[in-house]
């Protein structure tokens, strides 16, 4: 038994800080390895992910110093330390004044320029530049779904949509419904979704891969299933794979999207071989209602 009365397990070393930090280090360095910002693949979400460790190294800055700053002075001013003296009649510092508000206004000053840069460069309605002619998707948030319609291509997805690697992608988004939200985490921003209206988002795949994405949005009841994915093909294959979707996918016209709009949970991912000329404007004025 240990001396406050619990018991020891044999064999077991008590947990010390250096064990601790390691633990927390390799923690951090493991999350990198998630599927999410800090695995970035595509120039919006590298930029991002930049900005964020900016940030923290400019914040890191003043916290470090000042956290150090009230250590010691603890430490210098404890009982024993007779070196320590006690100056009651101390009132003003000019140098200190100084320093503690310029290094608080100059934290300030660096990310405000961090966020003010990064938000223009970041501009989400700013086209990115790549390889080849940038590729049209159309995309609209249902109850509780994603529907993905390549235009140019005629041929539509729900819940899944391919796009060739290092080619811009350029996003018209709106929804049929509530108000919503959409991120690739891995690709980079997220927008807001709205009905009625047309938001843009421009994003790039720098490497192929099936890259998660998903509503940040609270939307009802199946918000936890609107999740979707982004499969990024070398060109050749997804030439290959709209051809193969042509062939085989029904078409999605007015009928088979009321179907669509119905609220439904946990939709698997299927394809439409063909699309409706004009259906992403008919959405988008409204003129076509969810059965509920």
Known sequence: MSRDGGPVMQGMIAPTWPRRILGVISAAELSGCSDGLFDPQGPIAIAEKTILYDSLAIMAAIILPTVGATLSFVWWFR????RAHY???????????????????????????????????????????????????????????????????????????????????SLE???????????VPRLGSQIAVMPHMVTRLHLLADRPGTYAGLSTQFSGEGFAT???????????????????????????????????????????PYAYGAVSPGLFETILRSELRRER
């Open 226 to 268: 609107m999740s979707f994915t982004v499969e990024a093909l070398p060109p050749d294959r997804f030439e290959h794979d709209v051809a193969a979707i042509r062939g085989q996918g029904r078409p999605l016209d007015p009928d088979t999207y009321a179907d669509l709009a119905a609220p439904s949970q946990a939709v698997a």
């Open 79 to 82: 009982s024993a330390n007779k």
């Open 173 to 183: 988004l709106t929804s049929s419904g509530v108000m919503n939200a959409f991120l």
């Open 87 to 169: 100056l009651p009649d101390w009132q003003y510092s000019g140098r200190i004044e100084l320093i503690a508000w310029s290094i608080p206004a100059m934290t300030i000053l660096l990310l405000a320029s961090v966020g003010w840069i990064g938000a223009h460069e970041l501009d989400p309605f700013k086209p990115l530049a790549g390889s080849g002619k940038p590729l049209r998707i159309q995309v609209v948030s249902l109850d509780w779904k994603w529907l993905f319609i390549l235009p140019d291509q005629g041929i539509a997805d729900v819940n899944r949509v391919i796009v060739p690697v290092a080619t811009p992608l």
